[in-house]
């Protein structure tokens, strides 16, 4: 691993990133019903795009687009809380780009090449000279400085983030082959059977949707691409593939960029595009030592920060005690009388007497009535948990009543609630 410089390079103040935050993030399901993936809370009081987001800020960038679509409103209200802190006067910018129709009248954002190619003109009135294109629904750490820098001292037309996963995981990704200098020789987005990594056949190196270009390079081919009739005008089905085949396109591994604080041993990037993955990486945060430090002060992860009271734990009478073990509890969270255990509350939670909490993502402003017994569950945002209501100790009942993973995970919404 190289050495990080967490201060920001010549390059990043540079740049630009450009987020592409207009999915839903169906696999989450019901979770993204009213919000898209990159809205969803994630770690107590963050959203998911607040990590690249945070990346990029901590890079050393300062000039920003994010490109809207799918149910838009809660993302773009929290970026307007969380993110409005940029000066023009000192080069700054961050600008919310919804899917506004200035190409067509009749036409939304048609893919990830298209939701930058409709914004070429603003984009172009900062004058940066490298673009990053970044997802904004993953969960990682990175100075994309590092990958700045390799971008212009190999050469390259494109550079483009890649991580080995297991090899039948990336049907979901773009999947490539590097020669020994690094180059792409082949790319193939999303296929049902991934080539595996020479030698290592169980894994595959897949693209994590980060892309480097020179600025004045990529208009060009996105003006080029939105011309082909014959195009998806995406990275991954288009962009991408015509540069690996008659351009230059280089691989930047993840390792050599993520960013790890002390105790932090493996290189952590998380698609929490699944329930039982969301649940996962948010529970592994009530651990003595998570693989994700978000308590980093080198490397913070931004976000809106609600001015709330403090949590508070009243009640101490045997079987009515207000306890948390190994747990993370946001501002604004009463536990009255109850108990929690692995379990993360997010902004303003109210758990009431002689419930018991295990394993349990709740949302914001949820409401657990006295005696409820949740395990192994994510809450929605606002629900309101009835009195008594069990919950993880019958897998038929709950398969029943909610949306039950086959790990075993039940998301929980208030229209389910209000079906019992």
């Known amino acids: 691993m190289v050495e990080i410089d967490r201060h ?10 450009y987020v592409l935050a207009g999915g839903r993030g169906s696999r989450l399901k019901e979770l993204t019903d009213r919000r898209a993936k990159p809205a969803v809370f994630f770690g107590g009081k963050a959203r998911i795009i607040d990590f690249a987001l945070s990346n990029a800020l901590n890079s050393g960038i300062r000039r920003f687009g994010v490109a809207t679509q799918y149910k838009a409103h809660s993302l773009i209200r929290h970026l307007q809380l969380g993110w409005n802190f940029f000066r023009p006067e000192r080069n700054e910018s961050f600008d919310i780009l919804p899917a506004s129709q200035r190409v067509s009248e009749t036409q939304w954002y048609l893919g990830t090449a298209d939701a930058v190619y409709q914004n070429i003109e603003i984009l ?11 997802a904004g629904d993953h969960v990682y750490k990175m100075d994309y400085e590092v990958m700045l820098r390799q971008h212009v001292e190999s050469g390259a037309e494109v550079t483009v983030g890649c991580l080995e ?26 296929p049902a059977d991934p080539p595996a990594i020479p030698g290592r056949p169980e894994l595959a190196l897949a693209s994590m949707g980060i892309y480097v270009f020179a600025t004045k390079f990529l208009f060009e081919r996105l003006v080029e691409d939105a011309a082909d009739p014959n195009s998806a005008h995406d990275f991954g089905h288009d962009i991408i593939p015509r540069l690996v085949k008659h351009g230059k396109a280089v691989a930047h591994r993840f390792p050599t960029s993520c960013v790890r604080a002390e ?28 693989a994700l430090d978000i ?17 508070k734990f009243v009640h101490d009478t045997e079987g009515r005690r207000g306890m948390a073990v190994s747990s993370l509890v946001s501002g604004n969270c009463i536990v009255s009388g109850a108990s929690l255990k692995n379990t993360l509350l997010f902004t303003g939670a109210r758990v009431n007497s002689f419930g018991v909490l295990e394993e349990a ?16 569950v994510v ?9 008594g209501l069990v919950v993880g100790e019958d897998p038929e009942l709950d398969a029943a009543r909610f949306r039950r993973t086959e790990k075993g995970v039940c998301l929980i919404m208030q229209d389910a609630i209000d079906r019992l």
């Open 379 to 387: 809450v929605d945002r606002g629900v309101d948990i009835p009195e």
């Open 8 to 17: 920001g390079g010549a390059l990043s103040r540079n740049a630009m990133a």
């Open 124 to 134: 172009d009135s900062y004058g940066t000279e490298h673009i990053v294109i970044l």
């Open 361 to 376: 993502v709740v949302l914001p402003h949820v409401h657990v009535g006295r005696g409820a017994r949740l395990k192994k």
């Open 295 to 311: 308590y980093d002060t080198d490397w913070p992860i931004w976000t809106h920060a609600e001015m709330t009271p403090p949590a």
């Open 165 to 190: 996963v297991p090899r039948m995981d990336a049907v979901a990704f773009g999947v490539m082959h590097v020669d020994d200098s690094g180059r792409i020789i082949s790319f193939l987005e999303k």
């Open 263 to 290: 105790g932090e041993k493996d290189a952590y990037w998380r698609d929490v595009g699944t329930i039982d993955a969301y649940w996962e990486a948010n529970i592994d945060l009530t651990t003595v030592t998570p």
